[in-house]
């Protein structure tokens, strides 16, 4: 009678290990389902979600008012608005000059890449990326490249090894990026932000720097002067 009693306390116990030991593989074995993401990579996702949802409210603002000015029976000229409704819409995309406060950005080879005798090259493309998307967290900002309006379609990449800008290959520097903004106020934020920003130290890695100017009252941006791809949207014929 006692060897059962024994026995039996035995198994218990052999059962109570076997079942610690499994639940502690288990554990041990769990899948780790943490985003391991890299910080850049998230911060820029939701980057570029925030300006998706700005751009969305500034549509729906110009639609608002476009509308209300098509409703309102004061208006006897509506071919006037119709006119000003196309102007603002070439404006909004970037196919007419723009004239307004901003800063220009001069990038250049490094002192100590020229003193060195370093071989300059352009700049790359995902580095130049980089620099848009950090300009483009402001609301309101038009750029120019080199020259070279940047609007929505814009692509900057590399063909054929020279980084484009529109299917255009930009000049090596020295060269330099106009932006303008919807106000000086907003301009001087750009200004500060740019100035602290640490994009300066990823241009320093591929010998390049970047110099900012004070913010300015007119600065002038050249317009779109390319077809726009449309993409599957075909141009309907007038009855």
Same mark, same amino acid.
């Given at each position: 009678?006692?060897?059962?009693?024994?026995?039996?306390?035995?198994?218990?116990?052999?059962?109570?290990?076997?079942?610690?030991?499994?639940?502690?593989?288990?554990?041990?074995?769990?899948?780790?389902?943490?985003?391991?993401?890299?910080?850049?990579?998230?911060?820029?996702?939701?980057?570029?979600?925030?300006?998706?949802?700005?751009?969305?409210?500034?549509?729906?603002?110009?639609? +608002?008012?476009?509308?209300?000015?098509?409703?309102?029976?004061?208006?006897?000229?509506?071919?006037?608005?119709?006119?000003?409704?196309?102007? +603002?819409?070439?404006?909004?995309? %970037?196919?007419?000059?723009?004239? %307004?406060? %901003?800063?220009?950005?001069?990038?250049?080879?490094?002192?100590?890449?020229?003193?060195?005798?370093?071989?300059?090259?352009?700049?790359?493309?995902?580095?130049?990326?980089?620099?848009?998307?950090?300009?483009?967290?402001? +609301?309101?900002?038009?750029?120019?490249?080199?020259?070279?309006?940047?609007?929505?379609?814009?692509?900057?990449?590399?063909?054929?090894?020279?980084?484009?800008?529109?299917? +255009?290959?930009?000049?090596?520097?020295?060269?330099?990026?106009?932006?303008?903004?919807?106000?000086?106020?907003?301009?001087?934020?750009?200004?500060?932000?740019?100035?602290?920003?640490?994009?300066?130290?990823?241009?320093?890695?591929?010998?390049?720097?970047?110099?900012?100017?004070?913010?300015?009252?007119?600065?002038?941006?050249?317009?779109?002067?390319?077809?726009?791809?449309? %993409?599957?949207?075909?141009?309907?014929?007038?009855?």
């Amino acid at each position: 009678m006692m060897k059962k009693r024994i026995a039996g306390r035995f198994t218990v116990i052999l059962f109570v290990i076997g079942f610690m030991s499994a639940t502690q593989y288990n554990t041990v074995n769990t899948d780790d389902s943490r985003d391991y993401r890299d910080t850049w990579e998230i911060r820029q996702q939701l980057s570029r979600e925030k300006q998706v949802h700005s751009e969305l409210l500034s549509e729906i603002g110009l639609l +608002d008012d476009t509308l209300a000015k098509y409703s309102d029976k004061a208006t006897q000229d509506p071919q006037a608005v119709l006119k000003e409704t196309v102007e +603002d819409l070439r404006r909004s995309a %970037g196919l007419s000059q723009i004239t %307004g406060p %901003g800063i220009e950005l001069e990038v250049s080879p490094s002192l100590e890449a020229v003193a060195l005798g370093s071989e300059i090259t352009e700049i790359p493309p995902d580095l130049l990326i980089r620099l848009v998307n950090e300009i483009n967290r402001f +609301d309101g900002i038009e750029l120019a490249i080199a020259g070279e309006r940047v609007i929505n379609t814009t692509a900057i990449r590399d063909i054929n090894g020279y980084t484009t800008v529109n299917t +255009d290959p930009i000049s090596t520097p020295p060269l330099t990026i106009a932006i303008t903004s919807k106000s000086m106020e907003e301009a001087r934020k750009l200004y500060s932000y740019l100035s602290a920003s640490t994009i300066h130290e990823d241009f320093y890695i591929d010998d390049l720097t970047i110099a900012i100017s004070e913010p300015q009252e007119q600065l002038t941006l050249p317009a779109f002067d390319e077809k726009i791809q449309m %993409g599957y949207l075909e141009a309907g014929e007038g009855e």
